[in-house]
Structures are given as structure tokens and as C-alpha cells.
């Protein structure tokens, strides 16, 4: 399941941790990524609607992308020493876009107050997020161009021997 | 102590790979933990926009002018007890009657808080006293007044924020209850017909009222029967009554006519609601 390492000068020596400890690490990603990405917002979004905020998007929608970035999220950190790093990083981000346009679409939190309203717009900062996601999209894309064009070439430096 | 044999430099795309990585996760923190104070400041400063109107807004000065106008002016109160300034903060206020018409609007914009300051925004409001003006019964009429108030801001840069809220207002008339009632005509020796005139009102407006009433007498079919003069200096609070006699034209009869009235200050003159005269 693993590729092996090499360098131009001669073979680097990797210490890829195993697939039991790579499965550990991908669950506390994905749960971290979810419970952030997912649940966090679901509760935000429910905890409030009584309050009377206004948000155009149905709760459950952020908890299902949440949920599906933080099973790629955590796919893609078990997976890591092989070639489907890169794509699941890119599908991530893909996910991860899709999740921040759904909720730029709707970027303006309405807040009933006394005898009143308060609109929030928060459409920049949604932008700002699409931009950071793409740029770790990108480096997906760079890191499976590495592995199409040097395979394995990464791990001794993602995983160096001690 | 070994020796340690240098780790060779990593490839390219590797490099690139994890730059790119590293740049994108410092924004990311960064982003949110400047979303996180920008939320967190912008309650507080919201917090403080809806706290100083209530506690002073209402406070206004009124004055008449020259064009039938009343200037109502105000010093609203903003506070930002955020921890980021306000830049490009404007507000504007409507203000509607009992029955919901819209009887004035005012704003104002480009005001500059400092974190953790205060400042008071100028206000002038100005309402048409014209025959025409659906603010008219403000002059003769306690009433209950809606101010509909809109704060616009871009806090932090990022966040488009507009507060809006009603608030109401109990709007005192200069001379609220105005009523003109008449005694019975006499005759006198020279033929000359005349009647006792009482003029009686209230000044709920915090305003001091100097100058004179002016009556006029019509008859239904649109004629001056006669003319009325109050002197007045009253001042707020105070409830006016006074009795004038007014000599009627030959052959003019008020009674199913109409009341006149002009009030005539120093600076401004502007007509009063007709009222009245039954049959």
C-alpha cells in the first residue's frame, strides 16, 4: 500500500508509521475537521433559530458537507504515503469550495433585536475562505504532480527516519 | 555525541507543496481568529448603538423658522465599547405619525469612532408646518411619534452590518387642545356687532412661545367677519387662556364659519389647523 522512498544520490530511509496508526491519526482528523467544519455550525445554526437569527441555509446542509470534508480530510491523512494523497487533497478542497459557496450564498445573518433588526453581512470573509481552500487545493495539485512525476519521491521527507 | 549526516534538501514540488500548505493554514488561523474579534466587537459596538438611543434619544430641540418648518435637532449618542473603530458609520432616522404617515427623514454619514469612544452624531430634522403638511396635528395634538432609525457600517473591513429598530416618542404640541369658543354676540350703541372671543391651549413643547396669535373670523361662505389678536410669551408647561373681543363687519356672520389662526414670532409665521365655528 505504501511507496518507498529514494533520493537522486541514493535510497533516504522513510518510517512510514503503519496503517492501524495512519487509521488513528485519519479518524482524530476527520472527527477535528467534522465536529469544526459540521457539527459546530449545525449547533450554532439550531442553538439560534429560536433567538430569532436568520440564516438562508438549512442547518443540516453545513453538517452533511462538515461531515464529508472530514471523511475526505481523514482518507487523505490515512492515505498519505501513496498517490491518492494528492487527489483526495484536491477533492477536499473541492468539497471544501462547494461548502464556502453554499454559505456565501447566503452571507447576511438577520438578528431580530428590540423593536428592530441587525443584518451582518459576512460574504468578504466567506470569499477569504474560498481563496485559503483554494490555495490548499493547489497544493494538492503540486503534491500529486510530484507523485505522477517522482513517485514515493516525498515520503522520506514526510516521514524521515529517526 | 554522533555524527549526524545532513538531510538533503528536499525536492522542488515537494518544497512548493508544503509552502503552499503552510501559507494557507497561517491565513486560515489568521482569518478566523480576525473574523473572531470582528464579531466579537462588532456585538459590543451593536450593543451600544441600540443602548444610547434608548437611553437618550428623544432629547430633541425644536425650533420654528421662517419657512413653516419646525427643526427638531439631536445629539445621538454612539458608543463603541468594541475593540476595533468604526469608520464610515452613517445613520438615518424616519419619522412617522400615529397613523403611520411619514412626516420627516433625516441622516447623517461618514462619522469616525475610535475604539473604545464615544461620540455624539448631530442631528437636524426638519418638518413642514404647511396648510398641505400631514404634520400639522403636531402643532394642535399630543401625540405618540415612531422613530424608525438605520445604522449602515462596514466593521472590520469585511463585515457589512445595518442595525435597524423603532423607537417611540411622546411628542408634545405647542398648543395642544387649541380651542377657540365664543359668548354671546352684543350690539353696541352704535349698531357695531361684537362677541367675547377665549383662545385656550397648552404648551407641551419644550419651547418658549413669544410673538401673537392671529384669528381670523370667516363666514361659510368665505368672507373676514373679523380679526383676533392674542399677545403671547408663554413657556412650557404652561396653559394659556384668554379672552378677546372680536367686532364683526355688518352683515358678516361667523357662526358655521371657520377659525383662522397664524401664529406670528419673531422669526417665523406659519398657520395653525382651521377649526370650526358651529352653526
Same mark, same amino acid.
Given at each position: 500500500?505504501?511507496?518507498?522512498?529514494?533520493?537522486?544520490?541514493?535510497?533516504?530511509?522513510?518510517?512510514?508509521p503503519?496503517?492501524p496508526?495512519r &487509521?488513528a491519526?485519519?479518524a482524530a482528523?476527520?472527527?477535528?475537521?467534522?465536529?469544526?467544519?459540521?457539527?459546530?455550525p449545525?449547533?450554532?445554526?439550531?442553538?439560534?433559530?429560536?433567538?430569532?437569527?436568520?440564516?438562508?441555509?438549512?442547518?443540516?446542509?453545513?453538517?452533511?458537507?462538515g461531515?464529508?470534508?472530514?471523511?475526505?480530510?481523514?482518507?487523505?491523512?490515512?492515505?498519505?504515503?501513496?498517490?491518492?494523497?494528492?487527489?483526495?487533497?484536491?477533492?477536499?478542497?473541492?468539497v471544501?469550495?462547494?461548502?464556502?459557496?453554499?454559505?456565501?450564498?447566503?452571507?447576511?445573518?438577520?438578528?431580530?433585536?428590540?423593536?428592530?433588526g441587525l443584518?451582518i453581512?459576512?460574504?468578504?470573509? &466567506?470569499?477569504?475562505?474560498?481563496?485559503i481552500?483554494?490555495?490548499?487545493?493547489?497544493?494538492?495539485?503540486?503534491?500529486?504532480?510530484?507523485?505522477?512525476?517522482?513517485p514515493?519521491?516525498?515520503?522520506?521527507?514526510?516521514?524521515p527516519?529517526? | 555525541?554522533?555524527?549526524?549526516?545532513?538531510?538533503?534538501?528536499?525536492?522542488?514540488?515537494?518544497?512548493a507543496?508544503?509552502?503552499?500548505?503552510? &501559507?494557507?493554514?497561517?491565513?486560515?488561523?489568521l482569518v478566523l481568529?480576525f473574523? +473572531?474579534?470582528?464579531?466579537?466587537?462588532?456585538?459590543?459596538f451593536?450593543q451600544?448603538?441600540?443602548?444610547?438611543?434608548?437611553?437618550?434619544?428623544?432629547?430633541f430641540?425644536t425650533?420654528?423658522?421662517?419657512?413653516?418648518?419646525?427643526?427638531l435637532?439631536?445629539q445621538y449618542?454612539?458608543?463603541?465599547?468594541g475593540?476595533?473603530?468604526v469608520?464610515g458609520?452613517?445613520?438615518?432616522?424616519a419619522?412617522?405619525?400615529?397613523?403611520?404617515?411619514?412626516l420627516?427623514?433625516?441622516?447623517?454619514?461618514?462619522?469616525?469612532?475610535?475604539s473604545g469612544?464615544r461620540?455624539?452624531?448631530?442631528?437636524?430634522?426638519a &418638518?413642514?408646518?404647511?396648510?398641505?403638511?400631514?404634520?400639522?396635528?403636531?402643532?394642535?395634538?399630543?401625540q405618540?411619534?415612531?422613530?424608525?432609525?438605520?445604522?449602515?457600517?462596514?466593521?472590520?473591513y469585511l463585515?457589512p452590518?445595518?442595525?435597524?429598530?423603532?423607537q417611540?416618542y411622546?411628542?408634545?404640541?405647542?398648543?395642544?387642545?387649541?380651542?377657540?369658543?365664543f359668548?354671546?354676540?352684543?350690539?353696541?350703541p352704535?349698531?357695531t356687532? +361684537?362677541?367675547?372671543?377665549?383662545?385656550?391651549?397648552?404648551?407641551?413643547?419644550?419651547?418658549?412661545?413669544?410673538?401673537?396669535?392671529?384669528?381670523?373670523?370667516?363666514?361659510?361662505g368665505?368672507?373676514?367677519?373679523?380679526?383676533?389678536?392674542?399677545?403671547?410669551?408663554?413657556?412650557s408647561?404652561?396653559d394659556?387662556?384668554?379672552?378677546?373681543?372680536?367686532?364683526?363687519?355688518?352683515?358678516?356672520?361667523?357662526?358655521?364659519?371657520?377659525?383662522?389662526g397664524?401664529?406670528?414670532?419673531?422669526?417665523?409665521?406659519?398657520?395653525l389647523?382651521?377649526?370650526e365655528i358651529?352653526?
Amino acid at each position: 500500500m505504501t511507496d518507498s522512498g529514494s533520493t537522486p544520490d541514493g535510497p533516504l530511509p522513510a518510517q512510514i508509521p503503519s496503517l492501524p496508526r495512519r &487509521i488513528a491519526r485519519g479518524a482524530a482528523v476527520a472527527i477535528g475537521v467534522a465536529v469544526g467544519s459540521g457539527f459546530i455550525p449545525y449547533y450554532l445554526l439550531t442553538h439560534f433559530k429560536p433567538a430569532s437569527v436568520g440564516f438562508g441555509v438549512a442547518a443540516t446542509l453545513p453538517l452533511l458537507l462538515g461531515i464529508a470534508i472530514g471523511l475526505i480530510e481523514g482518507a487523505a491523512t490515512t492515505l498519505r504515503p501513496t498517490r491518492l494523497y494528492g487527489p483526495l487533497s484536491i477533492l477536499s478542497g473541492l468539497v471544501g469550495i462547494g461548502y464556502l459557496y453554499v454559505i456565501f450564498q447566503n452571507s447576511t445573518i438577520h438578528v431580530s433585536v428590540t423593536s428592530g433588526g441587525l443584518s451582518i453581512g459576512f460574504g468578504l470573509l &466567506i470569499l477569504l475562505l474560498i481563496l485559503i481552500t483554494g490555495l490548499a487545493m493547489v497544493a494538492g495539485v503540486v503534491t500529486l504532480a510530484e507523485d505522477l512525476a517522482h513517485p514515493g519521491e516525498r515520503l522520506p521527507f514526510d516521514y524521515p527516519a529517526r | 555525541m554522533a555524527n549526524r549526516t545532513p538531510r538533503p534538501r528536499p525536492p522542488t514540488l515537494y518544497r512548493a507543496a508544503r509552502a503552499i500548505q503552510r &501559507i494557507s493554514a497561517v491565513l486560515l488561523v489568521l482569518v478566523l481568529i480576525f473574523a +473572531g474579534v470582528a464579531t466579537y466587537s462588532g456585538i459590543r459596538f451593536a450593543q451600544g448603538v441600540q443602548q444610547g438611543s434608548s437611553q437618550q434619544l428623544g432629547g430633541f430641540t425644536t425650533r420654528f423658522t421662517a419657512n413653516q418648518t419646525l427643526d427638531l435637532s439631536a445629539q445621538y449618542p454612539l458608543n463603541n465599547s468594541g475593540v476595533l473603530p468604526v469608520n464610515g458609520l452613517s445613520i438615518a432616522l424616519a419619522v412617522r405619525n400615529p397613523l403611520g404617515v411619514l412626516l420627516t427623514r433625516g441622516s447623517t454619514g461618514g462619522v469616525q469612532i475610535a475604539s473604545g469612544g464615544r461620540a455624539a452624531v448631530p442631528f437636524s430634522l426638519a &418638518i413642514s408646518l404647511s396648510n398641505s403638511s400631514p404634520a400639522g396635528s403636531l402643532l394642535v395634538t399630543d401625540q405618540e411619534l415612531s422613530i424608525f432609525i438605520w445604522a449602515n457600517v462596514t466593521y472590520a473591513y469585511l463585515f457589512p452590518v445595518q442595525l435597524s429598530f423603532e423607537q417611540s416618542y411622546g411628542w408634545g404640541a405647542p398648543f395642544h387642545g387649541l380651542s377657540t369658543t365664543f359668548a354671546t354676540p352684543f350690539v353696541l350703541p352704535n349698531g357695531t356687532v +361684537g362677541v367675547n372671543s377665549t383662545l385656550s391651549f397648552s404648551d407641551h413643547l419644550n419651547l418658549t412661545l413669544q410673538g401673537s396669535l392671529e384669528l381670523r373670523l370667516d363666514s361659510a361662505g368665505g368672507s373676514t367677519c373679523g380679526v383676533l389678536s392674542y399677545p403671547m410669551d408663554l413657556h412650557s408647561g404652561v396653559d394659556y387662556q384668554s379672552t378677546q373681543t372680536a367686532y364683526l363687519v355688518s352683515g358678516c356672520n361667523p357662526l358655521g364659519g371657520t377659525v383662522r389662526g397664524v401664529i406670528i414670532g419673531p422669526a417665523f409665521s406659519f398657520a395653525l389647523p382651521t377649526q370650526e365655528i358651529p352653526p
